[in-house]
């Protein structure tokens, strides 16, 4: 992923609320194939939890190779030609770009088996995605259901070794045009565009792409 500087985010954990669900892509591969699954997860510090059925190939590939990387994108809209068009450019012939958030978690992965520890991860994110007064928060193997259920599912734990964090909403470009963007995209209100108006006139950092940057 290419982040300009004025693209870049130093406090990666502010893009992980109301962005926890992505695509684990691992580095093992299943045949021939790296495996790329969408899932669920939860941050703890500098920790990713998640849990996943045990027939799911990337158990597989995480025996031949424990990296990962948790990729996730948030509050994404296409700007077309017209609304990037710089001042006194003909709008007709102006480049098109794409806003949006990312995020790209690198780490070691751990896989957890014993019944007491799945469970605490399911407990963990049961916590953090359950609506209030839930009562389905606390898993447990002593819970017949659960003792059931829980030897069909795998739990990871992923050591963040490594993060990627970008924010691209026009950061490269002059406070007046990034507010006339925010205004047409306002105006346009389709899907996306409230999130990027939002970010665009809190003067989130970005760049004005050529459509290849991605």
């Known amino acids: 992923m290419l982040i300009h500087p ?87 012939l102006g480049v098109p770009t794409s806003y949006y958030s990312a995020l790209q978690l690198h780490g070691h992965a751990t896989v957890i088996d014993d019944p007491e520890a799945k469970a605490d991860i399911l407990a963990r994110q049961l916590a953090h995605f ?3 007064g839930s009562t389905r928060v606390t898993p447990s193997p002593t819970i017949e259901s659960d003792r059931r259920q829980l030897p069909g599912i795998r739990g990871l734990r992923i050591r963040i070794d490594h993060v990627r964090a970008k924010q691209k909403y026009g ?19 389709g ?16 760049e004005e792409g050529a459509g290849t940057d991605e």
């Not at 990337?58 to 001042?87: C, F, H, K």
């Not at 899907?191 to 970005?206: F, I, K, M, N, Q």
């Open 6 to 92: 004025w693209d870049s985010v130093d406090d990666w954990h502010r893009l992980v609320p109301g962005n926890d669900f992505g695509q684990l892509v691992t580095a093992g591969h299943v045949d021939g194939w790296p495996v790329i699954v969408p899932t669920h997860f939860i941050v703890e510090g500098d920790e990713v939890l998640l849990h996943l059925a045990r027939p799911n190939p990337v158990w597989r590939a995480l025996e031949s190779d424990d990296r990962v990387v948790l990729s996730l994108i948030g509050d994404w809209t296409y700007v077309d030609a017209a609304m990037n068009s710089d001042p006194g450019d003909d709008p007709a």
């Open 130 to 132: 359950e609506p209030p």
């Open 171 to 189: 950061g490269n470009k002059p406070a007046a045009q990034r507010q006339g963007i925010a205004d047409a995209l306002a105006q346009r209100d």
């Open 191 to 206: 899907p996306g565009d409230r999130a990027a108006v939002a970010h665009l006139r809190a003067g989130s950092t970005s």
